[in-house]
């Protein structure tokens, strides 16, 4: 059973690595990414872990863009800890 999993797991994320939107460069993404960020409230600034949910590429770049972690949300404490760490050397 666990190997049917894997294998179920496996073949979806071929899938959407062939999805359209998955072909944009990582570069493209980050800046969309951004460009959203900037237009966020303080409320909206957990959002984030939404876009690293939607697949395992989104989740790279999401993860990758240190930036994207910057302005962190005292919300929810575990979430600020999390982004602190994601934010990397970032201006904060």
Known sequence: MATLRAEILAL????NTLRPINRLPPE???TIFQLVKDDI?????VSWI?????????????LDHAS????ISFIH??????????SKISPL
């Open 12 to 15: 979806q994320s071929h899938r």
């Open 28 to 30: 493209i993404f980050s």
């Open 41 to 45: 409230t303080e409320a909206e600034r």
């Open 50 to 62: 939404k876009v690293t949910h939607v697949c395992r590429y989104w989740r790279e770049i999401a």
């Open 68 to 71: 994207l972690w910057s302005n």
């Open 77 to 86: 404490p575990e979430l600020a800890k999390v982004m602190h760490i994601r």
